[in-house]
């Protein structure tokens, strides 16, 4: 027998990330509900005093769909997979990175003003005029050295076909026809794509911080629904279409739509013997890992990148949340406090932080 495998497990389940402990039998009726099991290893046997364990029972791989380690409620024999903590929060942190706004100070790391938002304290610096492109300028009033603001609009082939580009985008044209209806070529349309998500995401995010800072509002019933993609092949060798399931959520009353996550992208070992989801873990040498996805030998490739797909329902999200009014002729941002009024979208395209 290997050594390592001979070794005492360290962890009987995931530890807790942040805070976050997720596994708890998923019975909503059951008394274990919410109620995590024991990280540490329990006592086994008939005689074991009541009370001298928790009441889980761990099983190995070979349980669950045949390769996740599973967690039994022996309260109501409910058998929940193992999931990560630690990738839950990976996930939140990916999701609610737009929020968090990238800090504007002098450029000079050796400048008492290099920790000194520009946003926070604006008698740091002083407007020192345009640039050509008419990004505004600053000037440090410590080190006197200047820095600029980009324009909301970068130097990129086409900047009038923006709003074109982003209208069929939301109304569902393929990329193909997309390239020949606004006569560029994809390399060009993809890089409108960078452009008009990012801006979107800055407009989006301008707007969601009043509800992180305590904007008031009603409570919030959010609905949560899965959708499965099918997307093309990894590669000309192997044409079979790949399918990625996206979790996205709504408040039910203002029909606002929040961050989605493309929750099962395709892994395939290197030995292309197997291929694995996301998310679930399996009990390997007394350590859980902390990656969502794995293989036999730890070797994984992704055989298709998602990074469009995502860009795509971030801009779906924001123009149906600010954008797209319905018979009362109000937006769902409207409804819910954050905005007054519909938007344009050469507003969002060309929205200056």
Same mark, same amino acid.
């Given at each position: 027998?290997?050594?390592?495998?001979?070794?005492? !497990?360290?962890?009987?389940?995931?530890?807790?990330?942040?805070?976050?402990?997720?596994?708890?039998?998923?019975?909503?009726?059951?008394?274990?509900?919410?109620?995590?099991?024991?990280?540490?290893?329990?006592?086994?046997?008939?005689?074991?005093?009541?009370?001298? +364990?928790?009441?889980?029972?761990?099983?190995?791989?070979?349980?669950?769909?045949?390769?996740?380690?599973?967690?039994?409620?022996?309260?109501?024999?409910?058998?929940? !997979?193992?999931?990560?903590?630690?990738?839950?929060?990976?996930?939140?942190?990916?999701? #609610?990175?737009?929020?968090?706004?990238? !800090?504007?100070?002098?450029?000079?790391?050796?400048?008492?003003?290099? #920790?000194?938002?520009? +946003?926070?304290?604006?008698?740091?610096?002083?407007?020192?005029?345009?640039?050509?492109?008419?990004?505004?300028?600053?000037?440090?009033?410590?080190?006197?050295?200047?820095?600029?603001?980009?324009?909301?609009?970068?130097?990129?082939?086409?900047?009038?076909?923006?709003?074109?580009?982003?209208?069929?985008?939301?109304?569902?044209?393929?990329?193909?026809?997309?390239?020949?209806?606004?006569?560029?070529?994809?390399?060009?349309?993809?890089?409108?794509?960078?452009?008009?998500?990012?801006?979107?995401?800055?407009?989006?995010?301008? +707007?969601?911080?009043?509800?992180?800072?305590?904007?008031?509002?009603?409570?919030?019933?959010?609905?949560?629904?899965?959708?499965?993609?099918?997307?093309?092949?990894?590669?000309?060798?192997?044409?079979?279409?790949?399918?990625?399931?996206?979790?996205?959520?709504?408040?039910?009353?203002?029909?606002?739509?929040?961050?989605? #996550?493309?929750?099962?992208?395709?892994?395939?070992?290197?030995?292309?013997?197997?291929?694995? !989801?996301?998310?679930?873990?399996?009990?390997?040498?007394?350590?859980?890992?902390?990656?969502?996805?794995?293989?036999?030998?730890?070797?994984?490739?992704?055989?298709?990148?998602?990074?469009?797909?995502?860009?795509?329902?971030?801009?779906?999200?924001?123009?149906?949340?600010?954008?797209?009014?319905?018979?009362?002729?109000?937006?769902?941002?409207? +409804?819910?406090?954050?905005?007054?009024?519909?938007?344009?979208?050469?507003?969002?395209?060309?929205?200056?932080?």
């Amino acid at each position: 027998m290997d050594e390592n495998e001979a070794e005492s !497990p360290s962890l009987r389940i995931p530890e807790a990330a942040d805070g976050i402990q997720v596994n708890f039998c998923k019975n909503v009726r059951c008394p274990n509900f919410g109620v995590p099991a024991s990280t540490a290893q329990q006592p086994r046997g008939k005689k074991v005093a009541e009370g001298g +364990r928790d009441s889980y029972t761990v099983s190995g791989a070979g349980g669950h769909r045949g390769y996740t380690s599973t967690i039994r409620c022996n309260l109501c024999r409910e058998t929940p !997979p193992l999931k990560s903590n630690q990738a839950i929060v990976d996930e939140i942190n990916r999701l #609610s990175a737009y929020l968090v706004e990238a !800090p504007i100070t002098c450029l000079n790391e050796r400048c008492e003003n290099h #920790s000194v938002d520009l +946003r926070e304290d604006r008698s740091a610096y002083r407007p020192y005029g345009k640039t050509k492109a008419g990004s505004q300028r600053y000037l440090c009033r410590v080190c006197h050295r200047t820095f600029i603001i980009g324009s909301p609009a970068p130097k990129h082939q086409k900047p009038h076909k923006n709003t074109q580009v982003f209208r069929l985008l939301v109304n569902k044209m393929p990329l193909k026809r997309i390239s020949e209806a606004a006569d560029i070529s994809m390399p060009v349309l993809y890089e409108k794509i960078d452009f008009i998500h990012e801006r979107c995401l800055a407009f989006s995010a301008a +707007r969601e911080r009043k509800l992180l800072e305590g904007m008031p509002m009603r409570r919030l019933y959010v609905a949560v629904d899965r959708q499965d993609y099918l997307v093309n092949w990894s590669q000309t060798e192997d044409k079979r279409n790949i399918q990625l399931s996206a979790i996205g959520s709504a408040d039910n009353t203002t029909k606002t739509t929040w961050p989605g #996550s493309i929750t099962r992208p395709v892994f395939m070992q290197l030995t292309g013997s197997t291929c694995r !989801p996301v998310g679930e873990y399996r009990y390997s040498n007394g350590q859980f890992p902390r990656r969502a996805v794995w293989g036999e030998d730890g070797m994984d490739i992704v055989l298709n990148n998602p990074t469009i797909i995502i860009k795509m329902l971030d801009i779906f999200r924001v123009f149906y949340n600010f954008v797209e009014a319905g018979k009362d002729k109000e937006t769902p941002a409207m +409804r819910l406090g954050l905005a007054k009024s519909k938007v344009d979208m050469e507003n969002i395209i060309y929205y200056a932080t």
